[in-house]
């Protein structure tokens, strides 16, 4: 049986505790996209400033229960610093770790999570990885990761706009 | 089809309900999540099903599946007989003055859709005021805002105070020009129960429609249409013991024969030629295509099951319960703990208030209040509710939401507290 330990692991509870990189940015220059989850009304503000391709600061805004606090959190410590290539990579393999496809929802509950650090490149982010064994949590861990996903695709937009050399949209 | 009489005489003694025997009909209520025994506290979601209502629609395709209005064949006509027969009966439970009035739908969404679209269409135009009030699930309110972008139709709010209460001191304003006023009969995130009556009056007198959204009402208390006084009335069968897949509108017949179909196909017609359709009388002329006759069926058995334990008996118990659930949650959990709604009143007695608990406990966020609970067997709704102009008045982005009904007992609302004292542990930061 999925325990609560499965979910709330030490990890998630301390970045729900001490969510890092809390905050605003000036926008412009920096984007900001926000993000809700239509069931439990959780809402996410992700704030990007992008210099040179890499993300060069990231601020998380919003209120939500303790996967989506933390899950954002923990998404922010993991692409700060990283090319918008990097940062959509590391995105990409959280959503595949996210997605239930592969899981049985009854019966499998007592597999073994492969959530040994490093098992994957995703390190600290692989605690997450119980949240699938609850599929009413995916969406509230994924949450802040499809609002980076929006204001990465803004930044890309901005910066094509600066570049002025884009045909007018 | 009648067929729950013979289950519940021995779960009501002299108008109380005998609630171990009630539990013991609903097969749901009998099994275990992750080894306790469940705790169902979310009945304002949807409500468990008596094996009484399960039997009813098991014997109906066993027994006497066909389509309705259809064929003079034996069968078809013992199911024409009991969507018939179950139009009555709801028409008796909801105190309809007849069963024309009573049109079979989806749900209460669907109902309300279907006086937005119908009657909206034909009777509201730019500048026309729709009167909802704050305490709206997002079904008597997104119909009517689809309604507003189309037609330039004003939505206007009646506002509730910081407990979510209705707030109407500004009312004769509000009621400036308003052509249909669309009132919930009970919340269902605070348990507020709306003066359905009083509002229908003041509505009336400025020339208004009266929609009562009664989906939180009719399960738990004394429903009567007339003394309501409304136009139209809308429930949902899933909430009140039946199954999923039906509900109802009700509405004033002479209202309901000026209005245009909503959904057009087979059922719903005179006449049809290649130049065009004649539609057929109410109630048929809302009821396009086949209908869901299975749990048509089951809702009628939901009904005879609440009719025989007593819908006044069913409030009472109800009433008794939520009193013993508001002190024992003020007892255990003192100012941790905070209720969305109307409170206990100052001589411990609850009035004017349905079993619905909006909870706020500590700093816990409801998500993972519900998780922690789950784990407990116990089963509570986490979320906005689908009123988020509500929850926005009451500071908030999501609420834990437990809900009684006729089922449930002390021993839950127990297991409820407890629950709760071990979600506070496993949050102490
Ligand atoms: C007050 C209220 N109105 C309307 C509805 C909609 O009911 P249904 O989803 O069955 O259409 C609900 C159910 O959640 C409700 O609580």
């Not at chain 1, 490093?118 to 119980?130: F, H, I, N, Q």
């Not at chain 2, 909430?239 to 909503?262: N, Q, S, V, Y």
Request: aromatic letters at 6%; one cysteine or more.
């Amino acid at each position: 049986m999925a325990g609560l330990e499965d979910l709330y692991r030490e990890i998630i509870l301390d970045h729900y505790r001490n969510p890092r990189n809390r905050g605003e940015l000036e926008v412009p220059p920096a984007t900001m996209a926000e993000g809700f989850n239509p069931l439990c009304g959780d809402e996410i503000q992700v704030y990007l400033q992008v210099d040179d391709g890499a993300i060069s600061d990231v601020r998380i805004g919003g209120q939500g229960c303790s996967i989506s606090q933390s899950s954002a959190s923990m998404m922010s410590t993991a692409v700060a610093g990283k090319s918008l290539d990097e940062a959509r990579d590391v995105l990409r393999q959280f959503k595949e770790m996210m997605s239930i496809h592969e899981h049985g929802l009854e019966g499998d509950d007592d597999a073994p999570a492969d959530d040994r650090p490093g098992a994957s490149g995703l390190g600290d982010l692989e605690a997450l990885r119980g949240v699938v064994k609850f599929p009413v949590r995916i969406k509230c861990a994924t949450l802040g990761w499809n609002t980076l996903d929006q204001a990465i695709g803004q930044s890309l937009d901005q910066s094509l706009d600066q570049a002025g050399d884009g045909p007018a949209a | 089809m009648s067929t729950a009489a013979t289950v519940t005489s021995e779960a009501t003694t002299s108008g109380t309900l005998d609630v171990a025997a009630i539990k013991a009909e609903f097969p749901l209520l009998q099994r275990e999540v992750h080894g306790r025994p469940i705790v169902y506290l979310d009945s304002g979601a949807t409500s468990q099903k008596p094996q009484s209502v399960l039997d009813a629609m098991d014997r109906y395709y066993a027994e006497i599946n066909a389509n309705v209005h259809r064929g003079a064949y034996h069968i078809a006509e013992r199911a024409t007989t009991a969507v018939e027969s179950a139009r009555a009966a709801l028409g008796r439970f909801l105190g309809a003055p007849s069963a024309e009035e009573v049109v079979f739908t989806k749900n209460a969404t669907e109902s309300i859709n279907l006086v937005a679209h119908s009657w909206g269409r034909t009777n509201l135009t730019e500048g026309d005021v729709v009167l909802l009030t704050m305490l709206e699930h997002h079904a008597n309110i997104v119909p009517w805002q689809q309604l507003a972008a189309e037609r330039g139709v004003e939505v206007r709010w009646i506002p509730v105070d910081a407990n979510g209460r209705l707030d109407l001191s500004d009312l004769d304003a509000l009621l400036d020009g308003v052509r249909l006023l669309a009132v919930t009969a009970a919340s269902n995130v605070t348990g507020d129960l709306p003066p359905v009556r009083r509002l229908a009056d003041a509505a009336h007198a400025v020339g208004a429609t009266v929609l009562v959204d009664a989906s939180q009402w009719v399960p738990h208390q004394p429903t009567d249409v007339t003394a309501w006084d409304a136009d139209f009335v809308a429930v949902t069968g899933h909430k009140m013991l039946g199954p999923t897949g039906i509900g109802a509108l009700w509405g004033r017949r002479e209202l309901l024969d000026a209005m245009p179909p909503f959904l057009g196909g087979g059922s719903m017609i005179q006449n049809v030629t290649v130049d065009g359709f004649t539609p057929a009388d109410v109630p048929t002329r809302f009821e396009a295509g086949t209908q869901p006759i299975a749990e048509i069926v089951g809702w009628h058995a939901a009904i005879d099951y609440l009719s025989a334990l007593g819908i006044d008996a069913i409030a009472a118990h109800e009433r008794d319960l939520t009193g013993y659930a508001l002190r024992t949650l003020a007892d255990r959990f003192g100012d941790d703990l905070a209720i969305h709604g109307p409170a206990l009143a100052a001589d411990g007695t609850v009035e004017d208030r349905g079993g619905t608990l909006s909870l706020a406990y500590r700093d816990v966020h409801p998500h993972d209040l519900s998780q922690v609970l789950d784990q407990h067997g116990v089963c509570v709704r986490a979320g906005h509710h689908c009123a988020k102009p509500l929850m926005k008045v009451l500071g908030v982005n999501a609420t834990a939401r437990a809900s009684l009904y006729l089922y449930n007992d002390e021993s839950d609302v127990d297991a409820l507290a407890d629950a709760l004292a071990d979600a506070g542990d496993f949050f102490a930061f």
